[in-house]
Nanobody
Framework: QIQLVESGGGSVQPGGSLRLSCAVSGATHSLTYIGWFRQAPGKEREAVAGIYQFNSQTWYADSVKGRFTISQGNFKATVNLRMNSLKVEDTGIYYC????????????WGRGTQVTVSS
C-alpha cells in the first residue's frame, strides 16, 4: 500500500510563492509516476505537474510552466512543488497522486492541502 501526505498549503497574495511537499511511504518501488493535481471550487480536478520515477523526467500543465517546479527529495521520500508568481486562478485543493501505470492512470491519492491566492 502507498501513503501520500501533503503539507505546505496556505494563503498568499497574487505574485507570492508557496512550497508544497508530499511525503511518500509504503511500497513506493511500484510507482512509475508521482504528480500533483488541483481542484478549484466548481471545477474538475486537473493535473498540474509530475515526475516519472525511472528517469526523473518532469511534466507540467501549460498553465503553470515557468512558474511551478516539481522536484524529488533524497531517497524519493518526498515530492515537492515550488509555486512562484501565484495567480488567483491557482487557488484550489492540491492533491498528491501516485501511479503504477503512468501519468493519466492514478492509483493513489493524498487527502489534499488548500492553496488560496487572494488579495
Amino acid at each position: 500500500q502507498i501513503q501520500l501526505v501533503e503539507s505546505g498549503g496556505g494563503s498568499v497574495q497574487p505574485g507570492g510563492s508557496l512550497r508544497l511537499s508530499c511525503a511518500v511511504s509504503g511500497a513506493t518501488h511500484s510507482l512509475t509516476y508521482i504528480g500533483w493535481f488541483r481542484q478549484a471550487p466548481g471545477k474538475e480536478r486537473e493535473a498540474v505537474a509530475g515526475i516519472y520515477q525511472f528517469n526523473s523526467q518532469t511534466w507540467y500543465a501549460d498553465s503553470v510552466k515557468g512558474r511551478f517546479t516539481i522536484s524529488q527529495g533524497n531517497f524519493k521520500a518526498t515530492v515537492n512543488l515550488r509555486m512562484n508568481s501565484l495567480k488567483v486562478e491557482d487557488t484550489g485543493i492540491y492533491y498528491c497522486a501516485g501511479s503504477r501505470h503512468g501519468r493519466t492512470d492514478i492509483d493513489y491519492w493524498g487527502r489534499g492541502t488548500q492553496v488560496t491566492v487572494s488579495s
